[in-house]
């Protein structure tokens, strides 16, 4: 089974950047999803094992961009003109190679907080 591992998380204001990082034991396709309290976790981005195809929720594009370094397994999710709606635990999963589901199990996750 894939395992993954996420880091990155912090506290940052409005406006401001972080980036969040996905390694995986092999070279899978993997998306981030997120988690805040009394809610359900919710789609926020994917991307293909070889990098070539992406998918985004409508309310981060223009501002998350999800990338892959293959040479070290690792997801990267860089995170831009943040808001304090994007406040919420961020988890990476392994996908499906069409990003239209998540087949494997959750990571730890890690909390990002923006505050306004």
């Known amino acids: 089974q894939v395992q993954l591992v996420e880091s990155g998380g912090g506290s940052v204001q409005a406006g401001g950047s972080l980036r969040l990082s996905c390694e995986a034991s092999e070279r899978t396709s993997v998306g981030w999803y997120r988690q805040t309290a009394g809610k359900e976790r919710e789609f926020v981005s994917a991307i293909n094992s070889h990098g070539g195809s992406t998918r985004y929720v409508e309310s981060v594009k223009g501002r998350f961009t999800i990338s892959r370094d293959n040479v070290k397994n690792t997801v990267y999710l860089q995170m831009d003109k943040l808001k304090p709606e994007d406040t919420a635990v961020y988890y990476c999963?392994?996908?499906?190679?069409?990003?239209?589901?998540?087949?494997?199990?959750w990571g730890q996750g890690t909390q990002v907080t923006v505050s306004s």
């Open positions: 999963s392994r996908m499906s190679s069409t990003l239209n589901s998540r087949v494997g199990s």
